[in-house]
């Protein structure tokens, strides 16, 4: 590293009294912190270090915002903690830390176990114990900006800053001397710029935690148990990030090869649980930016933008042997048969009305209808007779024939009556046109059942046996545990938790074949699976939801995220991350392509196809069922014709 000289100018301070180790203490302080004169300042003391009492009380007078926290006869956490997180994000802030090695350790110790690490803290440890540095060594974690005095002599003391080596060790180097004059160097930045400072890793090794989830992440174990980064996306994403930033990577799977959540016992599993213990330094696959991850790690900004869909086998050709009932649905059927049942009694109804208002009948009318046909009396048919009046058989029977198209028998002798025929004769012509052209479209065209194009498509397919299904530990899985309501508690309400298993796309896929389940992920992932591993037709809604964001995922307080941002913002603005998701996609297509595969089914798949016996096996059925019924009736009728016969002979 070349030798960067930092003059700063500072004012030699005096405290009544001659106290001169006193004096000594605020000048070194002052001295390391003139470069920050607008930030927040924290001491913590613990009144082992000569002369601490006169600098806290010179300091409370000298310096605008200061908080003093004694750490006697132990540090406070509770403060310790309103003063690591209690300020906005961009603010900066230095912690002086003015105690013993035993303190120090204690303080940095709590750091570590509650993840307080952060790229906007600077710490300023001024320590007399010889062996300050080496406990430092042992407590400080990556994350941690620390500036250490030394003193060597009564008024020389050597200044060393933190960095991590190419082995992933804390080391302090020393960056300067300050000797209580003007003649005070710093020869390096106590606190050098981040994203400078991590624009070149030295070479040194990272830990990635992964797991198989192709096309991001696929994950190769060698003979010897090695584990590598084979191809996907985000392989693509992190050997860039590996060339531009000069470091290696090692891949370990998380033994729950889970994504990774926070449970409820506050424990975090699977690879966001690895960064957030630091097994790891981060984890690039597939990571859904989500709320409650980023109260555990830190995320980089997002570089792929994907949404959830649903993956279920293809429609299937709906039974054509009542195809003749397909044009309407169960419920118009209903509705058309009550309206001709009640048709006919309206028409008796407004017939039977205007006779006995009137009780006139015109003799021409009459002349007509009794060649025209029959006329209902007691339920005995007499032709001719009470013209103006027919009965409620007639009138149902003749509604019956309008339906079908065969014309009305029954003449119409009042307006109200002609009326209710023109609205039925309307009501019966739009449906016999719409009837007999959407029949024509199922018989000579293939009709399938519904695709399942959306949540609501897939609850009403859970009639049809199909169980959703939804990888375990994903964010998507806990949005839909989360619902308390809406189309997403309604999905989990039909959800089978038993088939929710970790990341495996070969057992996906054989349930899917075997169980008839439905597959909810995010769209580019399903559309791979499906491709590489589906033998049979199958279907991704067309209907998507969930938006989710991936992004990188670092510890907390991780200072190379900045770094991270920059290089992922030039990848995802030159187009690479839609290029290497589009390459993968493509490869997997043409690879299925030589080995067969199934493919995805539209609405509009099928030709025309012409009539066979199966297309109108609906009708024969009516037939032979009418068939049956009647001769039923004449079964019946005989025989109580025989039991009449044969009462009159007793008699």
């Known amino acids: 590293m070349s030798t960067v000289l930092v003059n700063v100018r500072y004012e030699p301070f005096t405290l009544p009294g001659n106290d001169m180790e006193a004096g000594l203490l605020v000048s070194l302080v002052l001295f390391l912190l003139q470069p920050s004169q607008h930030t927040e300042v924290v001491i913590i003391h613990d009144y082992t270090l000569p002369g601490v009492n006169k600098l806290v009380e010179s300091f409370s007078e000298r310096w605008a915002a200061t908080t003093i926290l004694t750490a006697t006869p132990a540090p406070d956490l509770s403060q310790l903690l309103v003063a690591l997180t209690s300020f906005h994000t961009n603010d900066l802030r230095y912690m ?30 001024v320590g007399e114990d010889p062996y300050l540095a080496d406990t430092l060594l042992y407590s400080v974690r990556e994350g941690s900006m620390v500036g250490l005095t030394k003193r060597t002599t009564s008024d020389i003391y050597k200044i060393y800053s933190s960095y991590i080596n190419h082995n992933n060790q804390m080391r302090f180097q020393e960056v300067g001397t300050w000797t209580g004059s003007n003649e005070s160097r710093l020869r390096h930045p106590l606190f050098p710029d981040i994203v400078k400072l991590y624009r070149d890793f030295l070479g040194r090794e990272l830990v990635t935690s992964a797991v198989t989830h192709y096309p991001f992440f696929q994950v190769k174990i060698l003979k010897n148990g090695t584990k590598v980064a084979e191809r996907g996306i985000d392989v693509s994403i992190i050997n860039t990030l590996s060339s531009h930033l000069n470091f290696t990577y090692r891949v370990m799977v998380p033994a729950d090869r889970k994504w990774g959540a926070v449970q ?12 957030h213990y630091r097994r790891a330094h981060l984890a690039v696959n597939e990571i859904t930016i989500t709320a409650s991850r980023e109260t555990v790690v830190d995320f980089s900004y997002p570089y792929f933008f994907d ?51 009137t009780q006139t009948f015109d ?46 028998l029954l003449p119409a002798s009042s307006w109200p009556l002609r009326l209710v025929f023109f609205s039925w004769y309307a009501f019966c012509l739009i449906l016999y046109t719409v009837y007999a052209g959407t029949l024509t479209a199922y018989l000579t065209k293939p009709s399938f059942t519904k695709p399942i194009n959306s949540l609501e498509d897939l609850v009403e397919a859970r009639e049809r046996g199909v169980v959703p299904t939804v990888t375990y530990g994903t964010s998507t899985l806990q949005i839909f545990k989360t619902a308390t309501s809406g189309i997403f508690k309604a999905v989990y309400d039909v959800m089978d938790p038993a088939i929710s298993f970790p990341p495996n796309e070969v057992a996906d896929m054989k349930n899917i074949v075997e169980k008839n389940t439905a597959r909810i992920a995010g769209t580019v992932g399903l559309e791979v699976d499906a491709i590489r591993y589906l033998d049979i037709d199958y279907h991704i809604s067309l209907g998507t939801f969930n938006t989710q964001f991936y992004g990188v995922v670092c510890p907390p307080g991780a200072p190379y995220t900045a770094v991270l941002n920059l290089v992922l913002g030039q990848l995802v603005q030159s187009g690479l991350v839609s290029k290497w998701q589009r390459d993968e996609v493509v490869r997997m297509k043409q690879k299925s392509g030589q080995g067969g595969g199934g493919r995805n089914m539209g609405q509009g798949r099928g030709t025309v196809k012409p009539l066979t016996l199966d297309h109108l096996q609906g009708a024969f059925y009516i037939l032979w069922c009418g068939a049956v019924f009647a001769g039923s009736i004449l079964f019946i009728e005989a025989a109580v014709q025989q039991l009449a016969t044969s009462h009159s002979n007793t008699e």
């Not at 279920?312 to 044009?327: C, D, Q, V």
């Not at 058309?336 to 017939?351: C, E, K, N």
């Not at 009965?391 to 014309?407: L, W």
Request: proline fraction near 4%; include cysteine; charged fraction near 15%.
């Open 96 to 125: 002086v830390l003015l105690c013993s090695a035993n303190t120090t350790w204690t303080v940095f110790d709590m750091v570590s176990r509650h993840n307080l690490e952060s790229r906007r803290v600077r710490w300023l440890v």
């Open 363 to 408: 003799s021409t009318h009459n002349e007509r209808s009794r060649n025209v046909g029959p006329s209902f009396d007691s339920g005995r048919i007499k032709w001719g007779s009470e013209p103006g009046l027919r009965g409620v058989e007639m009138f149902c029977f003749n509604m019956f024939r309008t339906i079908i198209i065969q014309g009305n």
């Open 307 to 357: 949404t959830s869909s649903v993956l279920s086998r293809g429609p299937t050709e709906k039974n054509r042997s009542l195809a003749i009932f397909h044009p309407f649905s169960f419920l118009m059927w209903i509705v058309v048969g009550l309206m001709t049942l009640l048709m006919g009694p309206l028409g008796y109804l407004f017939s039977r009305v205007h006779h006995q208002l």
């Open 264 to 275: 409820e016992d506050g424990t975090v599993i699977g690879m966001v649980g690895d960064v």
